[in-house]
């Protein structure tokens, strides 16, 4: 029971990104945040600027834009933290990184 929840908890449709404006990313370097390999937001240019998404569109995600990768994945690990702090219902993006969060591999396997 616990690990069908986990697998059903632990899809998130991402907004599908042309693969030509997808910026490649190591997700294990330590570089990263640990927000940022866990949940592997897609990095993508857009225009004049770079763009971090979690989640199924640009509305319902977790979306951040700047001029520079780097800017963009701070913007992005700041609005997710401030995601995390809300309390809107319904919320599938913010259902999702909890249940994520609140379940560890040791309870999986």
């Known amino acids: ?7 059903k908890s632990n899809i998130m449709k991402q907004m599908p990104v042309d693969e030509s404006l997808v910026v490649p990313l190591d997700y294990e370097s330590k ?3 640990p ?5 592997k ?3 993508y ?14 509305d319902k995600g977790i979306l951040a834009c700047a001029a520079t ?7 992005w690990d700041l609005a997710f933290k401030e995601r995390l702090q809300s309390k ?14 609140a379940t560890s591999k040791k309870d999986v396997w």
């Open 1 to 7: 029971m616990l690990l069908e929840r986990y697998m």
């Open 31 to 33: 570089k990263l945040s």
């Open 35 to 39: 927000a940022f390999r866990q949940f």
């Open 41 to 43: 937001p897609v990095l």
């Open 45 to 58: 240019r857009s225009d004049e600027q770079f763009c971090c998404l979690l989640g199924p569109d640009t």
């Open 69 to 75: 990768e780097e800017e963009a994945m701070k913007a």
């Open 88 to 101: 809107a219902e319904g919320d599938e993006v913010l259902t999702y990184i909890r249940d994520t969060m």
